[in-house]
Antibody, heavy 119, light 107 residues
Framework: QVQLVESGGGLVKPGGSLRLSCTASGFTVSDYFMTWIRRAPGKGLEWVSYISGSGSDTYYADSVRGRFTVSRDNAKNSLYLEMNSLRADDTAVYYC????????????WGQGALVTVST | DTVMTQSPATLSMSPGERATLSCRADDSLRTNLAWYQQKPGQGPRLLIYGASTRATGISARFSGSGSGTEFTLTISSLQSEDAAVYYCQQYTYWPPAFGQGTKVEIK
């Protein structure tokens, strides 16, 4: 069955860096657009980043562009989010999700990884 | 960016009752609207896409309707396991955007 498992979350100081991983099973990531979405405490869901099946096309929310980088390793069936220059308002649970048929909605999600940016 | 507004913020209802959740967009979406259910400690689950098409394995107690700027998620005959936060999401315009969520509580 389809499963997505995030890892790599934790506590980091402002200005620091963190790398999230998302390992997929039950399907081949190279066949799908994949995305990262986050939910800050007390707030709703916010789309963060997209990557195409080939990895050649990437897209970012204005709030993270220039600081976050999405990538994928199809051999490992995995997705990554490199987060630099982290700020307090990046504190959130980060979810990876699969795009259903490149339609920009999401049919499978992971359980999330908590990122806390604080001194 | 497209602004999605959900109402009410919280809905407290008894088992067996019918719940109606609303989602409004500030521009026409046609029917490019999805609904998700999120329970504590879990990732969201896709319930509805295309405004009214149930996702694989979703109970017929969940139904979606609407087009343009006004959409509704109806949960007929609420059950205890329906306690969750429900989000709508538009995918007509870039970037994809979510509502703030409606929390459904079961009395």
């Amino acid at each position: 069955q389809v499963q997505l498992v995030e890892s790599g979350g934790g506590l980091v100081k402002p200005g620091g860096s963190l790398r999230l991983s998302c390992t997929a099973s039950g399907f081949t990531v190279s066949d799908y657009f994949m995305t990262w979405i986050r939910r800050a405490p007390g707030k709703g869901l916010e789309w963060v980043s997209y990557i195409s099946g080939s990895g050649s096309d990437t897209y970012y929310a204005d709030s993270v562009r220039g600081r976050f980088t999405v990538s994928r390793d199809n051999a490992k069936n995995s997705l990554y989010l490199e987060m630099n220059s982290l700020r307090a308002d990046d504190t959130a649970v980060y979810y990876c999700a699969r795009d259903k048929n490149s339609n920009y909605f999401f049919d499978y999600w992971g359980q999330g990884a908590l990122v806390t940016v604080s001194t | 960016d497209t602004v999605m507004t959900q109402s009410p913020a919280t809905l407290s209802m008894s088992p067996g009752e019918r719940a109606t959740l609303s989602c409004r967009a500030d521009d026409s979406l046609r029917t490019n609207l999805a609904w998700y259910q999120q329970k504590p400690g879990q990732g969201p689950r896709l319930l509805i896409y295309g405004a009214s098409t149930r996702a694989t394995g979703i109970s017929a107690r969940f139904s979606g309707s609407g087009s343009g700027t006004e959409f509704t998620l109806t949960i007929s005959s609420l059950q205890s396991e329906d306690a969750a936060v429900y989000y709508c999401q538009q995918y007509t315009y870039w970037p994809p955007a979510f509502g703030q969520g409606t929390k459904v509580e079961i009395k």
